[in-house]
């Protein structure tokens, strides 16, 4: 079987108006984190590290300043979230990797982006790694993946649904975009569910569309930023390449 790749390039929102309903299986994504409002998060005022300035994401996207005021960026993700819900088949669901974090001493947890979908379970990814630059904060090493699903949404089988609720797994190394995740993370929600057509309305680096394709199952992909658009176009190419010799071989 020949998994089929759809890529665009654009605003997911007037992207998704034209994918039809009920015709993803699963959605994997992991949105902008809102980080040119970042209250600090361990970075001292005045830090500067690569894509940071003062714990603030500084160059990360050439299209898209990631710095919207909260209740705008609340807005978004919700208008986003219903929209993936439209496309979700009737045993569908929503993998939303994101993080809680305090700001200017509040926290502020992905919940609060929830547009009122049913939450089936929350997952926790142990990502380890990382660097703190101040001794007033412990390392942060973990964020969420909400799962939103359909009423009919099931895992593949009883040794899926016997995996962990905590995922431990590292960080991508040498990844060009801000907020990268491993290609293991999305690997493992589509090996322990029955989907076929997975969608990423938050491309990025094209992560979900590498495990996609090594997995043989369909894509969709979106991204707004050209140039991270162009990185995921090359990175599924070559996965599918790859994928072709395996079916040759």
Not at 33 to 49: A, C, D, E, I, Q
Not at 66 to 74: G, I, Q, S
Not at 98 to 118: A, C, D, F, S, Y
Not at 169 to 189: C, D, M, S, T, Y
Request: charged share 20%; net charge neutral; glycine share 10%.
């Amino acid at each position: 079987m020949t998994s089929n790749i759809q890529l665009y390039q654009g605003d997911c929102l007037e992207v998704m108006k034209n994918i039809p309903d009920k015709s993803v299986d699963l959605v994997f994504t992991s949105p902008p984190y809102n980080l040119g409002v970042s209250s600090g998060g361990g970075f001292p005022k005045g830090t500067s590290k690569g894509k940071w300035s003062g714990g603030h994401l500084s160059n990360g996207y050439a299209t898209y300043n990631d710095a919207l005021p909260y209740h705008e960026y609340v807005e978004w993700q919700k208008a986003v979230l219903l929209e993936c819900w439209r496309t979700l088949s009737d045993t569908g669901a929503i993998y939303y990797n994101h993080k809680p974090r305090v700001q200017n001493g509040i926290l502020q947890t992905p919940l609060e982006l929830n547009p009122g979908l049913p939450l089936r379970q929350i997952v926790i990814w142990e990502r380890n790694g990382g660097i703190n630059f101040s001794p007033s904060f412990y390392l942060p090493t973990h964020e969420w993946i909400l799962i939103f699903a359909k009423p009919d949404f099931r895992l593949r089988d009883k040794k899926a649904s016997g995996a962990k609720d905590i995922w431990k797994v590292g960080q991508e190394r040498g990844n060009p975009h801000p907020a990268p995740f491993p290609v293991e993370l999305p690997k493992i929600a589509i090996e322990t569910t029955k989907s076929v057509t997975i969608m990423d309305p938050f491309m990025g680096s094209g992560t979900t569309g590498v495990a996609a394709k090594n997995l043989n199952r369909n894509f969709i992909g979106i991204e707004m930023d050209e140039g991270y658009f162009k990185i995921a176009s090359s990175r599924i190419a070559d996965a599918e390449l790859a994928q072709e010799r395996i079916e040759k071989a």
